[in-house]
């Protein structure tokens, strides 16, 4: 991004606009071109992770018994707070989790099943909520479920029987024991993850690169003869330590998996540390810097193959986490993982959501980890629940789904958070819907101290002078909600007539806050 050069064409056309700020603030310029499409934004960018996992799964979506469930055990005002959120796909049974769970001790009777140890964070796992119960969970929800193989200490045997179990129609005995457990039809889960995080030596059965992929493609193989028609998504890199090489990773699982994927997944979870706004929300620039990286790696791929199979990036994990991380390691002893979530948190997923908008050719999936208590937007307990600051972006973004993402010219005042390179103070995404020409713009502004004023202009059409804006403030940056105090964060909205100028109008966008504007093109 360059630096706008104040200019005194700029200074006239601010002028009068609602947004106008005084000549020494410093410009930005946006420029929409409708015809510059990024690609199309996948409605499962705005997925999310239901994990075995603390509070998640037993007090978050399923309580037995409790007052609130329904007669599946789902807590209905769980229920309803994820439908606000938009959740179009959900990850299942994790994470961590994953890599030591066996799928049969989580189907039949629920008073039969084995309670065992899970070994990933520590806890007893009763088996009470399985594969039947999940899957019903997302017909509620009205999300895809992808489930999570495990690849850690699981074995390929067991991953091809559970494809069976959840998608085979014929009369075989891991259908007939479905149907026994109360579903006739195939469920027809379409997505299966290839393990969790298999890269992390934390992981159970952590592999290396090529004894991974060894596993991945006979796992691959034996799932699809089960079901040709699944879409698969292979254990990308989640470990960013500086000693680890993230890239060899890729490029091992990549260039021997090319052949049977469908999704490489991304990890990050994020964290101020050092407790530095602006540093804190330039996370962006190494978020996508990975994402090129592996768009890359996947081209580097299927190069000169005209009819090598189409692979993107799942990012099917990322969130701000790091308050209930331990040294910067997992809390294997269990807190839960229950982050309190502040403003600032909230305005780090639109970060996420903008960068993840901007690639969005490669990005189709994304899911934020995790759904309920566990790093999570939707809190319990066993009388109600509140909503933590981060739910508001992330319901505000999901409503945009099915548009395309537009390359949207960027010329904003810049920053040096650290010796790295600068960036822009100015986020700035956009999507698209050519059938009613409606634009949304999504900006975050990232300077803590500084409100940007900015001219926003189009290019393909003159942009109609009526707007509408919904914007994340608050003059606290550590707000943060609780039971009985959960609406100190929360977005405004106001219709807004520009003055329109030259096909554009000036609009300033306030520090440490996010806005989405939706405009219209005549
Ligand atoms: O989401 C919490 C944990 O973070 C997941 O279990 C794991 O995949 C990741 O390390």
């Known amino acids: 991004m360059k630096r706008f050069a104040p200019c005194l064409l700029a200074l006239v056309l601010f002028q009068g606009s609602p947004g106008f700020l005084l000549a020494q603030s410093r410009p930005a310029t946006i420029k929409i071109d409708s015809d510059r499409v990024i690609g199309e934004v996948d409605p499962h960018l705005f997925g999310n992770f239901t994990e075995h996992l603390g509070r998640c799964i037993y007090g978050g979506i399923f309580e037995e018994g409790s007052p609130l469930a329904d007669e599946n055990g789902f807590r209905k005002d769980v229920l309803q707070a994820i439908q606000g959120l938009g959740v179009t796909v959900l990850r299942w049974p994790g994470g961590n989790f994953a890599s030591g769970y066996n799928w049969m001790d989580g189907i039949g009777p629920r008073d039969q099943r084995p309670a065992r140890r899970d070994d990933a964070w520590g806890a007893l796992e009763s088996n009470r909520f399985g594969t039947d119960e999940f899957l019903k969970y997302c017909e509620r929800v009205g999300a895809e479920p992808y489930l999570c193989i495990n690849a850690g200490l699981g074995s390929v045997d067991e991953a091809r029987k559970w494809v069976e179990y959840c998608n085979e129609p014929g009369n075989t005995y891991l259908a007939q024991l479905r149907r026994k457990n109360g579903h006739d039809k195939p469920w027809g889960v379409k997505y299966w993850g290839v393990g969790n995080e298999i890269d992390g030596p934390w992981q159970l059965g952590h592999k290396n690169a090529e004894d991974y992929a060894k596993f991945a493609l006979e796992a691959a193989k034996a799932m699809r003869r089960a079901d040709e028609s699944i879409l698969l998504i292979a254990s990308g890199s989640s470990n960013f330590g500086p000693d680890s090489d993230w890239v060899g990773w890729n490029r091992t699982v990549l260039d021997r998996l090319k052949t049977e994927i469908d999704y490489i997944s991304l990890h990050t979870y994020i964290g101020n540390r050092d407790n530095n706004f602006e540093k804190f929300l330039a996370v962006s620039r190494d978020i996508e810097d990975r994402i090129a990286v592996v768009e890359g790696q996947i081209k580097a791929a299927r190069v000169g193959n005209p009819d090598a199979r189409p692979i993107h990036i799942a990012f099917d994990e990322w969130n701000v986490w790091y308050r209930t991380m331990v040294s910067g390691e997992y809390n294997i002893g269990r807190t839960g993982l229950e982050e309190q979530y502040n403003f600032e948190d909230a305005l780090a997923m639109g970060m996420f959501l903008n960068a993840f908008i901007r690639h969005a050719d490669v990005v189709k999936m994304a899911n934020l980890a995790q759904l309920v208590n566990v790093i999570a937007p939707i809190f319990t307990n066993k009388q109600g629940l509140f909503l933590q600051t981060i739910y508001f972006p992330l319901a505000e973004y999901a409503k945009q789904r099915g548009y395309q993402s537009l390359d949207v010219l960027v010329q904003s005042p810049e920053y040096k958070p650290d010796s790295g390179r600068a960036l822009s103070y100015l986020d700035v995404s956009s999507t698209y819907d050519p059938k009613t020409r409606k634009v949304f713009l999504n900006v975050l502004n990232r300077s803590e101290k500084e409100d940007i004023p900015a ?39 106001k219709a807004f007539n520009p003055a329109m100028r030259e096909k554009g109008f000036g609009y300033t966008f306030p520090k440490h806050s996010l806005t989405i504007l939706t405009l219209q093109l005549n």
């Open 455 to 493: 001219q926003i202009g189009s290019v393909s059409g003159a942009l109609s002078g009526s707007a509408n804006v919904w914007e994340l403030n608050h003059s606290d940056l550590k707000a943060t909600h609780t039971f009985g105090n959960d609406k100190v964060v929360r977005p405004t909205t």
